[in-house]
């Protein structure tokens, strides 16, 4: 009675701790929750060594959208949105300027001498190839580029080196000051809008971009135009939308469908308070738990969370059933049958979940996280808070759930009986699927958005209409400007002497290094000093003597016209041990050679920018490592059960185990066509549902009891995973089909490993 005076009271003090502490975790934590499913996916090491690089150039960028409208009306809509958007808070217009040439022909006055196209590096040495360079040029009377540079830089090589480098940067043009493209004939009119929120709220997501959406469904509708967008903000909109839409439903649904099995076993309102009850606290300890180990919180991860309920139940089922044996728990807290099944089943299921604490791969660790603290919470409160609620050890199975219950145990105990041939029928059936539908995964992270098809479409339209649909991009970063500039350089020639037809975009013309400027001057110069341009200065009879050389620098550079430019395409980023640099390329017209690849690849400065390859060869790269923890844990899962069982009971253990993991992924992958690492989570949750199922048989055998509990959990948990099937998330999707087909193998397979049948107990109970 003293021991159990002691439980009662350590229990109470550690629940009002653990109280204090998710109350102040919430309102004073520093948490945020996120909805983007690439925040939480695992990155190569190649990533992770520039992810600040690559921050540092598309943080801006990610809270930009982008609208492209077309159509008879278009300057109408054009300008109707450049008023209208102004309306919708934390959304401004951020315009499209179109520079100057005057001014960029003056900028580059000073540096004239610094810059040569191929083309005349080509003829340098041939004073008539030069000639008819500049002739070609004059002759193009509407020629901007000649008209502003000619005056100062005669040679016009100034005219050539800025038409080809504008003209290659960007296939935008310009009409009145409004920025377009013509996409086969159809021009399209380019907005750019800038969401002015430093961090973006889920909920400010979610509500602007419905304001957005409905403006431009006006704007469509009032001019007759087509309007297309893009931008991260609608993707973490819709992701947000949809998460909460599934917690809610998915939440609703797998609790009524549970409390309603509860009543139908039980007909009494106690162990529907019970179960709640449970419920409840578990899930505040997993949420607790997540507040305090991480900084963010993901949606996806809530909804996972719904699984605990699956498990958690489970120990409410075996309480409520064998409620009417703890009668004398008060005085003898040993008596109670649940307390050494129970705490194996948790301490084997955290063991499980506990290997994927500290994965790369983030919701694996906030779901383990928050699965192992739940699962704590529900196990002290079973074994320590319902055994004081009053009348519980009165608590009965309905006669329908008794008779239901002796029906099962009268079927499998036949099955039982058989046990060498459903091990036999097992592996037969396993090796046939293996020969005939190997196990096989596709890490395509591409196969987890959760976007619907219509903004899916809208993203490729515009990335269509701005030809970076089959874009590749390069990052390149190093400790200095001129460094990062060299390497740049490098780059670019490397690529384009394996593959000269592809397009490079980038500011390695307006802004080559120093030592490229340094290189064409000095060949301008000797040119120059052998006469070579006599015949192209006399077409204009000005004089242009070749000064000494001054390098266009970085910080001259932001100083110019094309300043946005220089900060669009080159930034710098603090790394602890000062400051590094980083620019982008974007390459286009044809995906890299394998030769080119390998190349980038051995290059320490450069990483290929493509985040769904990136993250799906990381994906592969942790799936196949959490297959070798999962077996690790298996087999520690296997070595305790042979210690506490004995060799044939725990081999049979670890047989309908194993079994149902493999019966789960082979018939996922005919019934889905591929599987993903979250089948592999799911396997997680199958092998701990298994090892609950097997214990309790082990411990109290083939047993009315022991069968109805079972069953109850059972068909908890496929009302709970089962409804994950019909998410639209596909991560999820996948998820609750395996764990399904799980159940339905364990609860089948799991009666092998009893050690013992007992038709009588619920009479004798």
């Avoid at 209409?465 to 400007?481: G, V």
Wanted: proline share 3%; net charge neutral.
């Amino acid at each position: 009675m003293r021991d159990f005076n002691k439980l009662k009271k350590l229990y109470w003090l550690q629940l009002l701790a653990v109280f204090l502490l998710g109350g102040y975790l919430l309102f004073f934590g520093q948490w945020r929750i996120e909805s983007n499913l690439l925040s939480i996916l695992p990155h190569s090491a190649q990533q992770q060594d520039f992810s600040a690089a690559e921050q540092a150039l598309f943080k801006s960028k990610s809270q930009q959208l982008l609208v492209l409208i077309a159509g008879d009306n278009a300057l109408k809509a054009h300008d109707a949105l450049a008023m209208k958007v102004h309306d919708v808070a934390n959304v401004s217009l951020a315009p499209l300027i179109e520079p100057s040439l005057t001014d960029i022909a003056e900028f580059y006055r000073p540096f004239r001498h610094n810059f040569l196209t191929s083309s005349y590096l080509e003829h340098l040495d041939n004073s008539q190839a030069l000639a008819q360079l500049a002739t070609k040029q004059i002759i193009q009377v509407a020629n901007p580029f000649v008209s502003e540079t000619i005056a100062t830089a005669p040679r016009l090589n100034l005219a050539e080196y800025l038409q080809v480098a504008l003209s290659n940067l960007a296939d935008v043009e310009f009409d009145q000051g409004v920025a377009f493209v013509n996409v086969q004939g159809q021009r399209y009119l380019i907005s750019r809008l800038q969401v002015t929120l430093d961090g973006l709220d889920l909920n400010t997501s979610v509500d602007i971009s419905a304001k957005l959406q409905q403006l431009f469904n006006d704007i469509r509708n009032v001019e007759k135009v087509e309007l297309i967008y893009s931008g991260i903000l609608f993707h973490t909109a819709e992701s947000t939308r949809q998460a909460k839409t599934e917690i809610s439903t998915f939440g609703v649904l797998s609790l009524v469908a549970v409390l309603l099995l509860i009543w139908s076993a039980f007909r009494s309102m106690l162990p529907l308070w019970s179960a709640v009850l449970v419920l409840s606290i578990a899930s505040a300890y997993g949420f607790i738990a997540i507040l305090l180990f991480f900084q963010s919180l993901h949606l996806l991860t809530l909804v996972f969370a719904i699984t605990l309920i699956g498990v958690v139940i489970d120990y409410c089922f075996h309480a409520l059933v064998y409620a009417d044996r703890q009668k004398n728990l008060q005085q003898d807290q040993k008596s109670n049958p649940l307390t050494k099944p129970l705490v194996l089943g948790f301490i084997t299921t955290a063991i499980g979940y506990f290997i994927l604490v500290f994965s790369p791969l983030t919701l694996l660790s906030q779901v383990a996280v928050f699965m192992i603290f739940g699962l704590f919470g529900a196990l002290i409160t079973v074994l320590a808070l319902l055994p004081q609620l009053k009348g519980f050890n009165k608590i009965t199975s309905s006669a329908s759930a008794v008779a239901f219950s002796q029906q099962g145990v009268n079927v499998f105990s036949n099955l039982v009986r058989y046990k060498k041939m459903i091990i036999s029928l097992l592996v037969f059936s396993l090796v046939s699927l293996a020969v005939l539908a190997p196990i096989k995964f596709d890490d395509d992270v591409r196969l987890l958005n959760s976007s619907p098809k219509w903004l899916i479409e809208q993203e490729i339209s515009v990335a269509k209409a701005l030809n970076y649909h089959h874009s590749q991009r390069l990052i390149i970063k190093a400790k200095t400007t001129q460094e990062m500039l060299e390497i740049q350089e490098q780059v670019i020639d490397r690529v384009l002497a394996n593959q000269a037809n592809i397009r490079v975009k980038g500011i390695n013309k307006l802004l080559p290094s120093i030592k490229r400027q340094q290189q064409h001057h000095a060949l301008l110069a000797k040119a120059d000093e052998q006469g070579h341009f006599q015949a192209v200065l006399a077409l204009s009879g000005l004089d242009d003597p070749v000064n000494a050389f001054k390098p266009l620098t970085f910080q001259d550079f932001l100083q110019g016209p094309l300043a946005a430019i220089g900060e669009s395409y080159i930034a710098y980023y603090d790394t602890g041990n000062g400051l590094e640099y980083a620019s982008w390329l974007e390459l286009s017209q044809a995906p890299l050679s394998a030769e080119n690849l390998l190349w980038l690849a051995e290059n320490p400065h450069v990483s290929l920018y493509d985040t769904a390859s990136d993250v799906s060869d990381a994906l592969g790269q942790y799936r196949q490592g959490i297959l070798w923890l999962l077996a690790s844990a298996f087999m520690v899962v296997v070595v305790i059960l042979f210690a506490k069982y004995g060799l044939k009971a725990g081999a049979l253990s670890a047989i309908a185990t194993i079994g149902s993991a493999l019966l789960a992924l082979t018939l996922s992958q005919l019934f889905s066509s591929h599987l993903n690492i979250f089948n592999l989570l799911a396997v997680l949750l199958i092998i701990a549902l298994a090892i609950d199922y097997v214990i309790f048989y082990q411990e109290h055998g083939l047993q009315v009891k022991t069968f109805l509990a079972i069953s109850l959990s059972a068909l908890s948990s496929a009302a709970v995973f089962g409804i994950l099937v019909f998410s639209a998330t596909p991560a999820v999707s996948s998820f609750g089909l395996t764990v399904m087909i799980g159940i339905v193998s364990i609860f089948i397979l799991a009666p092998i490993a009893t050690k013992n049948i007992n038709l009588n107990d619920m009479r004798s109970s």
